[in-house]
């Protein structure tokens, strides 16, 4: 089993629909969890770090289920510019960083 | 912008051939890391430095050789690499706290013939 897995996608959806991410992770001793955005042939960027109550930044939240090991990402009234790939991302270390990335979704926001 | 920096952004070498990567970091980060990105595969953690000390290396080959003079640049010193080697090397920074956001360089785009 992958470490990190996602939805494969890609996702194709009309502007102002509402598209939902899932990511699942296998080391249940994972500590931090975030979701980037990859723009075709640029470097990732931190979309939101991911908490245990869950959290909201606009039109995108996040939820976290320790139990299950799963991981989503929510994004409301997609804009075309929220095009790109989503990386899930999950820090396996215990102490410090030892960083695990999903393969990414990619989602196109169409007119 | 200047956040993250890498040179070269493309580099063509020969299987025999030596050549460095180098990263440079503005932002007073204390940890930096050393990425690869393959086609159509997930990025790929390969070192970790924090405080200029080496913490985690992900079992990658030893052609691949990284040096950490101080906080701000590392670099990635490369020998005999193998055609599967062609990839993105990205680099990136970030606090050193496991919950930090990591900032990541433009990446240099590698090919070995």
């Known amino acids: 089993r992958k470490e990190v897995e996602q939805d494969p996608g890609p996702f194709n959806v009309p502007e102002g629909a509402t598209v939902a991410f899932n990511c699942t992770y296998s080391?249940?001793?994972?500590?931090?969890f975030f979701w980037y955005r990859q723009d075709c042939r640029k470097e990732p960027k931190l979309l939101m770090s991911v908490y245990s109550s869950g959290n909201e930044d606009g039109r995108f939240t996040a939820q976290l289920n320790r139990a299950s090991q799963y991981i989503s990402l929510l994004i409301r009234d997609s804009k075309l510019s929220d095009s790109a790939t989503y990386l899930c991302?999950?820090?396996?270390?215990?102490?410090?960083?030892?960083?695990?990335f999903g393969p990414g979704t990619r989602l196109s926001v169409l007119p | 912008e200047t956040g993250v920096t890498q040179t070269p952004r493309h580099l063509v070498m020969g299987m025999t051939n030596k050549k460095s990567l180098k990263c440079e970091q503005h932002l007073g980060h204390n940890a930096m890391y050393w990425y690869k990105q393959s086609a159509k595969k997930p990025l790929e953690l390969m070192f970790v430095y924090n405080f200029k000390e080496q913490t985690e290396n992900n079992s990658v080959p030893s052609r691949f050789s990284p040096e950490c003079p101080n906080s701000s640049h590392l670099f990635l010193h490369l020998h005999t690499l193998q055609p599967e080697d062609s990839a993105l090397y990205l680099c990136?920074?970030?606090?050193?706290?496991?919950?930090?956001?990591?900032?990541f360089g433009p990446g240099t785009r590698l090919t070995v013939l």
């Open positions: 990136a920074s970030s606090q050193g706290r496991r919950g930090d956001e990591q900032f």
């Open positions: 080391n249940s001793a994972s500590q931090s």
């Open positions: 991302v999950v820090n396996i270390a215990n102490y410090g960083q030892n960083f695990v």
